[in-house]
């Protein structure tokens, strides 16, 4: 079978560690890398061990070898690089979350589904084996009818009002950056909420620096979240259901997971986690002619930056260029 080649457009932090990953599969390859800066792709494709670098992102996109694209740019120009890259037919993985609000990842999942592209947001979490075996036993009823997930996930940035998190210019925030992973596990396993409340500590910059958020739902079931860029909250989830619940350390690159059945011993199963679990998927996808993944399915991103979109309205959280 012919590589599956990557084109990275963006050459930051992310993209480094999502090319480390990619070295993982076998049937991949990194092809290409586009950045602002010539001397910047070039330094990265060394780097990478990609073979063709790009001083623009056009550039790479007009690269028909070039079998999807991975848009690793700030949150809020994710919208202009993903519809450049559709324009161009090609197929995207864009980083999480898809954008900063639901508008605007609406106009992004029309312009795949016009141009019959592939479309998919990097919430790699999900693809991850540990994840998997916690969604099976979910399935078969393991643990009974979900009552309450339970999920945080915080880390303390060094202070610098310029970069990406804690800039409000570039859509920094807690809710942004990291609340996308614990409504997404929210999102993934009890579907759209019907009520949602939140609260946050606005910092100096203007961005929300903790927030936490309370998703009520039809089933009566309640998802407890909170997220932070600037304290060190822990970062695991419980999944409490009525016969058990599932216990997931380090839920967003989570290597292992608890099952604890009332009266029984408890159950672990273990996996790697990694980048390229949600790589190999879009291959996948765009080898059998997929225009979404069912494991992330676009209407299911549409609907967590519209929960997203909700807790920054109820924290008094708008950027300049919305
Ligand atoms: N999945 C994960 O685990 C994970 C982890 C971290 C971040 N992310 C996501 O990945 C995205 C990028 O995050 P990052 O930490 O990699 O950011 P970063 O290091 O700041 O890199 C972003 C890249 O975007 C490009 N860019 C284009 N226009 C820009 C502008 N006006 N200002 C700044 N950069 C611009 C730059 O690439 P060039 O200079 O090469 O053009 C820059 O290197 C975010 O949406 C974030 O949520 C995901």
């Known amino acids: 079978m012919a590589k599956f080649n990557w084109g990275v457009l963006g050459a930051g932090n992310i ?29 990265f494709a060394r780097r990478q061990g990609a073979t063709r670098a790009y001083g623009s992102y056009e550039e790479l996109l007009r690269d028909r070898d070039i079998d999807a ?3 690793a740019t700030p949150h809020n120009f994710h919208r202009g690089h993903v519809l450049l890259a559709l324009e161009h037919g090609k197929a995207v993985l864009c980083e999480k979350p898809m954008e900063a609000n639901a508008a605007r990842v609406q106009e992004m999942v029309d312009a795949a589904k016009r141009q019959k592209c592939f479309l998919m947001e990097a919430m790699w979490t ?53 609340g996308v992973y614990v409504v997404s596990l929210a999102h993934m396993l ?30 009566g079931a309640t998802a407890l979240l909170s997220c932070a860029v600037r304290a060190n909250i822990s970062d695991g989830a419980r999944i409490y259901g009525t016969e058990g619940y599932i216990d997931l350390p380090s839920f967003w690159h989570a290597t292992t997971a608890t099952l604890q059945i009332a009266g029984e011993a408890p159950e672990t199963l273990s996996g790697e986690a990694g980048y390229h679990f949600e790589a190999a998927e879009v291959a996948d996808c765009v080898r059998t002619g997929l225009t979404e993944s069912p494991l992330m399915p676009l209407e299911e991103t549409v609907a967590i930056a519209r929960t997203l979109e909700e807790v920054r309205h109820q924290i008094g959280l708008r950027y300049p260029f919305e």
């Open 126 to 178: 999900r693809f991850l084996p540990v994840i998997a075996g916690a969604r099976q036993w979910i399935n078969e009823g393991r643990i009974g009818d979900i009552r309450l997930v339970s999920a945080n996930f915080g880390f303390r940035t060094a202070w610098n009002p310029e970069g990406r998190l804690l800039n409000l210019n570039l859509a920094g925030g807690a809710t942004l950056d990291v």
């Open 69 to 71: 694209v991975y848009v």
């Open 15 to 43: 993209a480094v560690r999502f090319t480390n990953d990619l070295k993982n599969l076998p049937d991949a390859q990194l092809l290409g890398v586009g950045s602002r800066s010539l001397d910047k792709a070039e330094a």
């Open 190 to 219: 009890l579907g759209v909420p019907s009520s949602i409340q939140a609260r946050a500590h606005i910092g100096e910059t203007g961005v929300d620096e903790l927030t936490t958020m309370m998703l009520g739902y039809p089933s």
